[in-house]
């Protein structure tokens, strides 16, 4: 049983993989050399997996189901970026976490986020038959 409350933080350096402007496909979509708000969820919701590890037994991963999400704030290649994750408490099978992100600056992104518990086994088989 996770207590309320339980935080989890996560730190990292920006890096260029983890810009916006590496997720353009061709030359007309461009976006800017900050971090992408899929780099931020990831460190996010890793976090949240970090509070949830005493909870998985053996064959046992969480997975996250919903997001809530503002990135407020642009952080640059090279900043360290920290991600917070606090448990709220669970609404059924789902674990709700508050969640925020810092760099050096400031407050750069929150939201919520909440992950279930799955077989890892299952969800494999579940995903191979969407080929």
């Known amino acids: ?3 309320s409350g339980a935080t ?4 990292r350096l920006v890096e260029v993989r983890d810009l916006a402007s590496a997720f353009g496909n061709d030359r007309d ?3 800017p050399d900050v971090m992408s708000t899929p780099a931020m ?3 996010m919701e890793r976090a949240c997996a970090e509070v949830m590890r005493g ?3 053996q064959g046992q991963l969480s997975v996250g189901v919903t997001t809530q999400l503002t990135h407020s704030a642009p952080t640059p ?5 920290s991600a917070t994750a606090r448990f709220r408490g669970q609404e059924g099978n789902l674990f709700v976490f508050d969640i925020v992100a810092h760099d050096s600056k400031g407050q750069v992104g929150s939201g ?3 992950r279930a518990i799955v077989a890892r086994e299952a969800i494999e088989k579940k995903a191979a ?3």
């Open 1 to 3: 049983m996770i207590d």
């Open 55 to 57: 909870e998985l037994e």
């Open 77 to 81: 290649v090279g900043a360290q970026v």
């Open 112 to 114: 919520t986020h909440a």
């Open 129 to 131: 038959l969407r080929r």
């Open 29 to 31: 979509e461009q976006y």
């Open 8 to 11: 989890a933080t996560l730190t």
């Open 41 to 43: 969820l990831g460190l």
